[in-house]
């Protein structure tokens, strides 16, 4: 019972920001041209802020994991749009770490104004974009060609450090944040756009209580092992084959530097998939896979001593759990992360996935593990 109630109430930290997620966002307005008096911020000018894998090509900037984006500080600023090549995603526009705009990709139009009324051109703004959807969806990356601002904006570079925490999170359709934001099993919407929004989804909710940057490679149906539904224990391309991709859809080009983000710990959370439907993979196999990735993850980094925790839950549990259990036992500085049979009704999403009430009783119960091994 002592358990419960301190879930309960470190939960309750996690839980009050939950209504600005459900608030109803303006959506950016498409617009087929430009002016030529805008103002044209370079994606790969030094002032624009990048967040999680991004790949820089012939002054272009291409993203499309869960949570990728940037973010830009100005002042003498009336209004801002931007030139984003992309299909059947969703990202989210901030302003001053308000949510205020939703921007819906089409093949039809690439530019996006992206605040509803003028901004004061005498304070200064930091605005933030953020992916909430995942890479799968879109027949190709999002690929951002410029930013534009109204005559006379001045850019500026970004007045704070970058948080020194930083986290990586390593997954499925859970840490994409699938279908969190609805409130029922059962969804009419498409739970991989309309209803996912990962900024919701567990590992940003705990690395904006530990103030950490964080990284996310996820992919929804994709196993350890074994991805959901394959008719083979072993699947071609489980998640582990992602992990050194920087944009998750690519595999030839833009393999990703390791050396641009080094991060304190990596959180796992494999296994749903391979054990979700038969035939499961063989245990040994699992397990065996399991340390695999954990030594390519800590390789990845030349940190053979690098955190790592591994979750499982909340969608499935035994055996698969008592495997990662028995991993984390035998692996040094690995972390065992229990979330299994948490989920109460009202934190259950698309297909039993957990709602944003769901993935903050999931960061609650992680969050006390991580600190406690990091020092924070």
């Not at 690929?143 to 970058?162: C, H, K, M, N, W």
Request: glycine share 6%; hydrophobic share 40%; proline share 7%.
């Amino acid at each position: 019972k002592m358990k419960v109630v301190v879930v309960l109430v470190i939960a309750a930290l996690f839980v009050g920001a939950f209504a600005q997620s459900t608030s109803p966002l303006w959506p950016a307005t498409c617009t087929k041209t430009l002016s030529e008096n805008n103002l044209r911020l370079s994606p790969v000018d030094p002032r624009v802020r990048y967040y999680g894998r991004v790949a820089v090509n012939a002054g272009e900037t291409t993203f499309d994991w869960n949570g990728t984006g940037f973010q830009v500080r100005l002042t003498n600023v009336t209004q801002a749009w931007i030139s984003l090549v992309d299909k059947n995603s969703e990202y989210t526009v901030f302003l001053d770490g308000q949510a205020v705009s939703l921007i819906v990709t089409n093949t039809s139009c690439h530019f996006f104004k992206l605040f509803e009324h003028p901004l004061n051109p005498k304070l200064t703004y930091v605005f933030r974009i953020a992916r909430r959807t995942e890479a799968q969806n879109s027949p190709y990356p999002g690929r951002l060609d410029g930013i534009f601002f109204s005559l006379g904006a001045v850019i500026q570079a970004p007045a704070e450090p970058l948080p020194t925490r930083r986290l990586e999170f390593f997954g499925d359709s859970i840490t994409c944040g699938y279908g969190n934001l609805a409130n029922s099993s059962s969804c009419t919407l498409n739970p991989q756009i309309q209803l996912e929004d990962n900024w919701w989804s567990w590992g940003p909710i705990i690395s904006r209580h530990f103030d950490a940057l964080y990284h996310i490679e996820s992919w929804s149906g994709k196993g350890l092992v074994r991805n959901y539904a394959d008719p083979n224990k072993i699947s071609v391309d489980p998640m582990p084959v992602y992990w050194n991709r920087t944009i998750a859809t690519v595999s030839d080009a833009f393999l990703y530097n390791f050396t641009n983000y080094i991060p304190d710990a990596v959180i796992v959370n494999l296994g749903t998939n391979d054990f979700s439907t038969q035939p499961t993979p063989d245990p040994s196999v699992f397990m065996s896979a399991y340390v695999s990735l954990i030594q390519t993850i800590r390789g990845s980094y030349h940190n053979s001593d690098l955190p790592i925790f591994a979750a499982c839950g909340p969608m499935i549990s035994d055996p698969c759990c008592s495997y990662v259990r028995s991993v984390a036992g035998s692996v040094p500085n690995v972390h065992f992360v229990n979330l299994q049979n948490i989920l109460l009704s009202n934190e259950i999403g698309c297909g039993g996935h957990p709602n944003v009430l769901g993935h903050q009783k999931m960061a609650a119960i992680a969050a006390p593990i991580i600190a406690k091994v990091l020092h924070w």
